[in-house]
C-alpha cells in the first residue's frame, strides 16, 4: 500500500514526537536549519560521490520537512500540486538569472 504526502508527514511527525523532539517548542528558524544541515550533508556526500549516503541524506531532508509540516498541520500534498501546476506557466528559464 502507498502512502500519500500527507500521510508520510503525519508518520513522520508521530516517530519525532515518539522520540521526544517535540517536548518543547521549536522556533521556525531553528527548523529551517536542520533541514539546511541535511541539505548540507547531502552536497558532502555528493562531492564524495558517496551515492548511498546521498540518497540517505535525501531521504533525511524529506523526513524533516514531513516532521514540519505533521506538526504544524500544513497540506503539504496541495501545496506541492498547485506549486507544480504553477511552475507550467512559467516561462523558459523564468526569471533570467544565471543559475
Known amino acids: 500500500m502507498e502512502k500519500s ?4 508527514c ?6 519525532a514526537k515518539s522520540k521526544g523532539w517535540h517536548d518543547k517548542p521549536r522556533e521556525t528558524g531553528t527548523i529551517l536549519a536542520l533541514i539546511h544541515s541535511e541539505v ?11 551515492q548511498e549516503n546521498f540518497e540517505e541524506e535525501l ?7 514531513f516532521d514540519l509540516c505533521g ?3 500544513i497540506d503539504l500534498e496541495d501545496a506541492v500540486l498547485t ?5 507550467k506557466g512559467r516561462s523558459y528559464r523564468h ?3 544565471a543559475y
Open 10 to 15: 503525519n508518520e513522520a511527525y508521530q516517530i
Open 59 to 65: 531521504a533525511d531532508i524529506l523526513i524533516r520537512i
Open 40 to 50: 548540507s550533508e547531502a552536497l558532502e556526500a555528493d562531492r564524495k560521490k558517496d
Open 95 to 97: 526569471g533570467n538569472k
Open 5 to 8: 504526502i500527507n500521510q508520510l
Open 71 to 73: 506538526s504544524r498541520n
Open 83 to 87: 506549486k507544480m501546476e504553477r511552475n
